[in-house]
């Protein structure tokens, strides 16, 4: 009798840990179809989000909490971290750019980020000098810098001085806060506004 039940708990157990996977892939294929959405476009309910809005962003935490999404607020407010390898853009190498998941800011250029092996999308040089800010970071018990976007000063993640050349420098980046737009696509929509072609 007891190994009969204990057959059938096993039996169940298998099932769920069956679709809690199967469950964590659509959840993926979603979040990965939501942030993949034309990244230069206006975000419902985000009236701050552009990609050519150089401005800077001053919301209280409030406003913030209304605007984004529960794990980009996590990331962007809280200074949060993603757990390694669960981003998207980890083994990610599309040409094209990388853009603030809050407000749109600019922050890489495709052709920057390399396979660090660290478990986070990593680039070795953001795309202009105030894209990013740099900030001392001793949470933790750790002497770290931290990244925060240029224009809304979202937490990004950190840069550390073991990236490869030319800059030496790996800026370690939470992939949630992350927005991606193929370099055609920035092309097309260049073109169609009659704008220069941007150099991704």
């Known amino acids: 009798m007891i190994r009969s ?13 069956s679709y809690s996977q ?10 990965m179809d939501s942030t993949n959405k034309k990244a230069g476009q206006p975000k419902p309910g985000n009236p701050v989000y552009s990609n050519s809005d150089t401005s800077t962003v001053a919301l209280t ?3 913030w909490k209304k605007i984004l999404p529960e794990e980009v607020y996590h990331i962007a407010r809280q200074k949060g971290t993603e757990r390694a390898w669960t981003s998207k853009f980890e083994s990610f190498f599309d040409k094209g750019t990388y853009y603030c998941a ?8 495709s052709d920057t ?11 070795y040089e953001p795309i202009s000098k105030t894209s990013i800010i740099n900030t ?33 420098l790996r800026y370690c980046i939470n992939g949630v806060i992350l927005d991606f737009e193929k370099a055609k696509q920035a092309e097309k929509k260049y073109n169609a506004d009659g704008k220069e072609k941007p150099s991704n």
């Open 22 to 31: 199967n469950n964590s892939t659509n959840n993926n294929s979603n979040k």
């Open 136 to 168: 001392p970071d001793n949470s933790h018990g750790m002497v770290r810098t931290e990244v925060q976007c240029g224009r809304c000063k979202a937490h990004l993640g950190h840069v550390f001085n073991d990236g490869p050349p030319p800059t030496g």
């Open 61 to 63: 935490e409030e406003e």
């Open 113 to 123: 980020k390399f396979e660090s092996g660290c478990g986070w999308p990593s680039f």
């Open 5 to 17: 039940v204990f057959i059938i708990v096993l039996a169940m157990s298998l099932q769920q840990c």
């Open 102 to 109: 809050a407000c749109g800011n600019a922050l890489f250029k």
